[in-house]
């Protein structure tokens, strides 16, 4: 799973600024332009062209949004607001909306049609944006609802996780998140009426992580950079003990007043549904074609899975003097075996780091594309983050310099029974570790998010929104290419086609829950018995299609048209150019498919 760089939509009221010099040195000389052209005298002005229109517009807007989003600077690599944190009160969230509006209403005014196809696709990305920020506002109101966005852990977290900074100035900034934090949460008590219910236990189990990270991430990182005068140390410790003190009164909050009035429906409906749907996806493809799709693919995918797990069986089980005549008894026979070798919560860590190593030596040895050098690390996901995805890759921020990656693993959580814990490594064993590990890193998000941040771009729209379609159907293309070329052999193939499976499923559920009424029941047995998932898996798959609405389709959309750009791309130039397209088509940045095919010109 891709983390996006534009997930957080309430913002710290801060007056608008002046564009600032630190942020001139990112953007392209034309936006540089632009801003200097507004500088020309009363009797001699200077006209902008469209282009120059736009770019000065983007940089205005993208100045106020990191000024006023401070923890997505952070994350973005922009570090002048570290001391800052968001403000999620009710009137932070209508001051969004102002910012959304205005921006609208300025790029309305840009000549559309003199735009070149580049900047073009720029405005696009930012118009689809800020109309989908406004949908959430307006319409969907999912501040209202949604206890998750006013976890503060992740603005601390970003504070820690990467040494832009000594340690010392780092600590500085987290003292004065630790400072907001009673104020966010006070604003998720006024603001969240009647949540669903699983959204609140979500909520409930992250804030326990929350606490872990201050009360006890903070201990490891303050041995290393000890605050030397008394003073300061004893305004840290206040100012964590008065964050503690909060958080745990917010957990109490959450269990006995929140708890037992979460009863809101967590299913969007139709009509929200598909509005999300179309700025989640940035495709062209109605919901109705998307499901007929889907359904199709799944029983071309089932066939190929038999095809695959034939001759394994033959391998596996020669004791066995007859084949099961029914395929999916044959298919769940092999798997069964297969998910016999699996890590543990000891080794997943020192497993995925090796799975790594040996991916981008196969890829290397195929001449598959070209490999970025910067660091890439296995680590084990912070407690506060989990609950949603077993893994996660985190490309450091577009401004970041020098950032590594993170290639973050979710142990089996502690509270879990063995036979869950079992149920759990089952799903995510020896060979899904390996096609995991290269969607998440190699060649998959890491490789496509590096180079994504080195993209010659015409404006920083293109860094700070992320399309989630390209970025899912880069890392299961990148699943699908590798076992083209005989990655891992069959037990590595029988998993890909298992997360295809998973893909295809994700895409049906994700609409028949949010635009349907499918049950529980009715998504778990699909799961299960059409997808071969785990009991766990297919139980975590459920709580995160209600939690993630429309996320879950990026993949299964995403990996259509990635194909489709490699089809269109071999009718044009003829087969044999696999490491030219790839490059190419990771060049323009993490932006749909559709403008991908736009810009090589399919």
Known sequence: MFQS???????????????SAALLTCIPAVAKTAVVATQGTPTQPIRKTADQQFASIAARYIEQYLATHPESATQLGDHRFDRLSNDLSANGVRHDALLFHR??????????????????????????????????????????????????????????????????????AVKARLDAVPAKLAAAK?????????????????????????????????????????????????????????????????KT???????RNPRLGVANYERKLRYSLESDIAPAEILRLAEADLIKTQNAMYDTALPLYRELFKDKSEVPSDRKVLMRAVLQRL????????????????????????????????????????????????????AY???????????????????????????????????????MLKDLTVHEAMPGHYVQGVIANKANVPTLVRRIINSGTFAEG?????????????????????????????????????????????????????????????EREAAGKWRRALLTSTQLS???????????????????????????????????GTIAPKYIREMMGL
């Not at 990270?213 to 490891?220: C, G, N, P, S, T």
């Not at 080794?347 to 050098?373: C, G, H, M, W, Y």
């Open 103 to 172: 921006t609208l209403k300025a790029l309305a005014a840009i000549p559309y049609a003199k735009l070149s196809p580049a900047y073009s696709i720029d405005y696009r990305i930012l118009h689809a944006d800020i109309e989908n920020s406004l949908l959430s506002i307006d319409v969907i109101k999912d501040y209202q609802w949604d206890p998750l966005g006013y976890n503060p852990a992740n603005g601390i977290y970003l504070l820690l996780a990467r040494d832009f900074a000594p340690l010392p100035q780092r600590l500085n």
């Open 474 to 534: 880069w890392g299961t293309y990148a699943e699908q290419m590798m076992v083209e070329h005989g990655y891992g052999g069959a037990a590595v193939k029988m998993q890909q086609l298992k997360m295809r499976l998973r893909l295809i499923l994700n895409a049906i559920i994700d609409q028949k829950i949010h635009a349907g009424n499918m049950s529980e029941r009715e998504a778990m047995d699909l799961m299960v018995n059409e997808g071969f998932q785990e």
């Open 5 to 19: 760089r534009n997930s957080i939509r309430c913002r710290l009221l801060i007056l608008p600024v002046a564009l």
């Open 339 to 390: 998910s016999d070798d699996r890590p543990s919560n000891d080794n997943v860590v020192q497993l995925a780091e090796a799975d790594l190593a040996e991916a981008a030596s196969f890829i290397r040895e195929k001449s598959l594309l070209t490999l970025p050098t910067d660091p890439v690390k296995v680590i084990v996901m912070p407690e506060f983050q989990r609950g949603v995805a077993m």
């Open 257 to 263: 007043d929140l708890l037992p009035r979460s009863t």
């Open 190 to 254: 006024a603001n969240l009426k009647n949540p669903p219910k699983l959204f609140t236990e979500t909520a409930i189990s992250q804030n326990e992580g929350a606490i872990s990270l201050v009360k006890d991430e903070l201990d490891f990182h303050l041995k290393l950079a000890p605050i030397a005068k008394p003073k300061l140390a004893a305004e840290f410790a206040q100012s964590r003990a008065k964050a503690i003190a909060a958080l745990e009164a917010y957990g109490t909050w959450l």
């Open 393 to 431: 890759c985190d490309a450091p921020g577009a401004l970041e310099k020098n950032g590594a990656t993170f290639y973050a693993i979710s142990p089996a959580p502690i509270d879990w029974t063995p036979a869950q814990v079992e149920s759990y490594f089952r799903e995510d064993n020896r060979s």
């Open 554 to 588: 990026t993949y299964y959309i995403g990996n259509t048209e990635v194909n489709n750009l490699r089809h269109a791309f071999e009718a044009k130039n003829g087969n044999g150019k696999l490491k030219e397209m790839h490059d190419t088509m990771m060049s323009f």
